[in-house]
């Protein structure tokens, strides 16, 4: 069974770090796109990083040289390490996985993060 699970958000001061993860199953990382997407209330889900499976990464302006996302691909996990945290931050951030030879995406169910001021 395809699934990808978030883990690693919770509350935290502004300045502060959390480093979240995200592990697939079933047979979907290999070769994957693999994304973090998030989505704060009221609004739309947007892009904060993406790691292509040789390592390229790209990340949304607003949280360049704050955040930096890895993949361990023996482990089929993702990470998102986030640092200097600002309440503007705050959201339900998302695991996503582009099997893009497929045609198919694969979501998590995602993992809130909250910065307080």
């Known amino acids: 069974q395809v699934q990808l699970v978030e883990s690693g958000g919770g509350l935290v001061q502004a300045g502060g770090s959390l480093r979240l993860s995200c592990v697939a199953s079933?047979?979907?990382?290999?070769?994957?796109?693999m994304g973090w997407y998030r989505q704060a209330p009221g609004k739309q889900r947007e892009l904060v990083a993406t790691?292509?499976?040789?390592?390229?990464?790209n990340y949304a302006d607003s949280v360049k040289g704050r955040f930096t996302t890895s993949r361990d691909d023996a482990k089929n996990t993702m990470y998102l390490q986030m640092n200097s945290l600002k309440p503007e931050d705050t959201a339900m951030y998302y695991c996503?996985?582009?099997?893009?030879?497929?045609?198919?995406?694969?979501w998590g169910q995602g993992t809130q993060v909250t910065v307080s001021s």
């Open positions: 996503n996985a582009d099997r893009w030879w497929t045609g198919r995406t694969f």
């Open positions: 079933g047979n979907i990382f290999g070769g994957a796109v």
């Open positions: 790691i292509t499976s040789g390592g390229r990464t």
